[in-house]
């Protein structure tokens, strides 16, 4: 398994176009937050008291993984509620996943080197699957 997160880091770290986007999108996003303070408060969860999106981000993981375990008892079963629940739940964490993406934006805003290079590598991946 650590040779596949290996090659995984080496093959995020030899792409320069996320870095490249990054440093054209951080800047529009930190100062639209900049401008609209109220929106700022949102996608950070001040109003909660605690950061919004780890909290936010439970909800689509958990229905996608839902989701494909009912398409597999589905498949195995091959219960039309197992199928309508799994696209059900796989509704569900596709409408999660807009709200859970803008707050992750309002936190990738201020992400520098190290961190940014790896958080740009996920949503690269996150995106490939997604269209997958």
Same mark, same amino acid.
């Given at each position: 398994? *650590? !040779?596949? $997160? /290996?090659?995984?880091? +080496? %093959?995020? =770290?030899?792409?320069?176009?996320?870095?490249?986007?990054?440093?054209?999108?951080?800047?529009?996003? *930190? !100062?639209? $937050? /900049?401008?609209?303070? +109220? %929106?700022? =408060?949102?996608?950070?969860?001040?109003?909660?008291?605690?950061?919004?999106?780890?909290?936010?981000?439970?909800?689509?993981?958990?229905?996608?993984?839902?989701?494909?375990?009912?398409?597999?008892?589905?498949?195995?079963?091959?219960?039309?509620?197992?199928?309508?629940?799994?696209?059900?739940?796989?509704?569900?964490?596709?409408?999660?996943?807009?709200?859970?993406?803008?707050?992750?934006?309002?936190?990738?805003?201020?992400?520098?080197?190290?961190?940014?290079?790896?958080?740009?590598?996920?949503?690269?991946?996150?995106?490939?699957?997604?269209?997958?």
């Amino acid at each position: 398994m *650590r !040779d596949v $997160l /290996a090659l995984a880091r +080496r %093959l995020a =770290d030899s792409q320069p176009w996320p870095d490249r986007l990054a440093n054209r999108a951080q800047p529009v996003v *930190r !100062d639209l $937050l /900049a401008r609209h303070q +109220r %929106l700022h =408060d949102l996608l950070d969860g001040t109003w909660l008291g605690v950061p919004l999106h780890p909290a936010l981000t439970d909800v689509p993981v958990g229905s996608w993984v839902s989701a494909f375990a009912l398409d597999a008892v589905a498949g195995f079963t091959a219960s039309p509620m197992a199928g309508r629940a799994a696209n059900a739940t796989l509704a569900v964490g596709a409408v999660a996943a807009v709200p859970t993406a803008l707050t992750g934006m309002g936190d990738w805003r201020d992400l520098r080197g190290e961190t940014r290079r790896r958080m740009n590598a996920k949503l690269s991946n996150a995106g490939r699957i997604g269209v997958s």
